[in-house]
């Protein structure tokens, strides 16, 4: 593993107690960054904190709430002193369904976790770099938010919101010390699968060249970088990590 120079630095990763999180949560730490996990799952929180070690902390909050929000963003600077970074990783699959057949209490609860909540940890901190002039977002996309998959259009539609926020947010705080990136990651195999039926996780591997899914691992190496001060000419950027599905 290469090592990144983040000491001194302190990060949120919300959905950081498991999967994606975590493994980037796991890699900013082992750079030197102090790292505060955001998630609803206490037990899973509690555990992941722990694993870190000292000098981390873990704030169980649920991101689509914006009183929740707000009041983690105060009880994160009150620990960590401030916030360098923001890694936006959690999200849902929602059911594996046709538009036409897709519950709207289903579609509601993906855009409030993985759109509203990107909106709202990303409005809560951007002000707050702001004020620093300094910070670096990196909010998870996934390679469906730019192709559309069948039977995921709630998933598909919240993801392409991320992006168009990213790149929103981005070219407004352009002139500030803050860049705000995403990652577009094509299927990663974690808890997140449950969520899926074979017949979808079957057609999402199909698509990648590679042949193969990725790894935590290998996101977290490309999200750590973007949280670095090296990144500092991308900004309302999109970078891929789909095993060549992408081809924009």
């Not at 750079?31 to 929180?45: F, P, T």
């Not at 909050?61 to 009041?71: G, I, N, Q, T, W």
């Amino acid at each position: 593993m290469n090592q990144l120079d983040m000491k001194g630095r302190a990060a949120v990763v919300t959905g950081g107690a498991a999967g994606i999180g975590l493994a980037i949560a796991t890699r900013l730490a082992a750079s030197g960054a102090r790292v505060c996990l955001w998630d609803r799952d206490r037990a899973a929180l509690e555990t992941a904190s722990q694993a870190l070690g000292a000098g981390h902390q873990g704030f169980a909050l649920d991101v689509a709430s914006e009183k929740e929000v707000a009041a983690a963003t105060d009880a994160t600077l009150k620990a960590l002193g401030r916030i360098d970074i923001l890694v936006c990783s959690a999200g849902i699959t929602g059911p594996n369904a046709t538009l036409i057949d897709y519950p709207l209490a289903d579609w509601q609860q993906v855009m409030d976790i993985n759109l509203t909540g990107v909106f709202l940890c990303n409005r809560a901190i951007a002000a707050k770099m702001r004020d620093a002039d300094y910070g670096r977002i990196v909010n998870i996309a996934s390679i469906a938010g730019k192709e559309g998959n069948p039977n995921a259009s709630a998933y598909s539609v919240s993801k392409a919101g991320v992006i168009a926020l990213t790149k929103s947010l981005g070219k407004e705080l352009a002139r500030t010390g803050v860049r705000v990136n995403c990652v577009t990651p094509a299927a990663v195999r974690t808890g997140m699968f449950g969520q899926m039926t074979q017949a979808h996780i079957d057609f999402m591997l199909s698509k990648i060249p590679l042949g193969r899914f990725g790894t935590i691992e290998e996101i977290a190496a490309m999200v750590a970088w973007l949280c670095t001060d090296e990144c500092s000419f991308s900004t309302g950027a999109v970078f891929d990590l789909s095993g060549g599905r992408a081809v924009y």
